[in-house]
């Protein structure tokens, strides 16, 4: 699936042929680009196999600021593993403990999620990413209760197998126990585990 999967999707709910390339000029390709980016985002900010980490991260030499890449939804140091407790604000590590950004602790390790592109989720992501984001177009650009009964019916079924997946991912890797990630955690630095911190899960 691709992002002309889904916006060709949110076009036959209005009744609308496919299109063959994203057409700018089309009146609802816009829209469902900006319906998909959102629930895209909306999605993986819950934390998944597929898009959390572990980092190790420094703080910079002068200003002592640990900035989170552009890429990141959200990051909180490891509680267990830190010496105070790390939460993001903007686009900087804030230290909760000690009220300031300027961070004394070197190297910190820290919990991410990351925002994946659509196209590159595991299928069982872009399915659900998919079909919520048509949801959210049809109730807004046709709202025809017939229609957005059936297409809720398809989201949920879509979100039920994401969290399948995910607790099939979570419970099959053993990379995944607390043990492990931890120690993991403790001898990369400066590098990405790729791991979900112990406890994240489907809310």
Request: with cysteine.
């Amino acid at each position: 699936m691709d992002e002309l999967d889904v916006i060709n999707e949110m076009l036959a709910t209005m009744g609308e042929a496919p299109l063959n390339q994203l057409d700018e000029d089309h009146p609802y390709v816009a829209a469902g680009r900006r319906f998909l980016a959102s629930t895209n985002r909306k999605v993986q900010s819950r934390g998944w196999w597929f898009n959390t980490e572990i980092l190790t991260m420094v703080p910079d030499a002068t200003s002592k600021f640990i900035y989170v890449p552009e890429d990141v939804i959200s990051a909180e140091g490891v509680r267990n593993l830190c010496a105070a407790r790390y939460t993001q604000r903007g686009r900087r590590l804030y230290d909760v403990t000690n009220g300031t950004f300027e961070i004394q602790e070197s190297p910190v390790p820290v919990m991410i999620i990351r925002e994946i592109p659509f196209e590159e989720v595991p299928p069982t992501a872009q399915d659900a990413i998919g079909q919520n984001a048509v949801l959210r177009f049809q109730k807004n650009y046709d709202a025809d209760p017939q229609k957005t009964s059936e297409q809720t019916s398809d989201a949920a079924d879509a979100m039920i197998l994401l969290k399948s997946e995910h607790t099939r991912q979570m419970k099959t890797n053993l990379i995944y126990r607390t043990t492990v990630g931890a120690k993991l955690a403790a001898v990369t630095p400066y590098g990405s585990a790729r791991l979900p911190y112990p406890g994240i899960g489907v809310k």
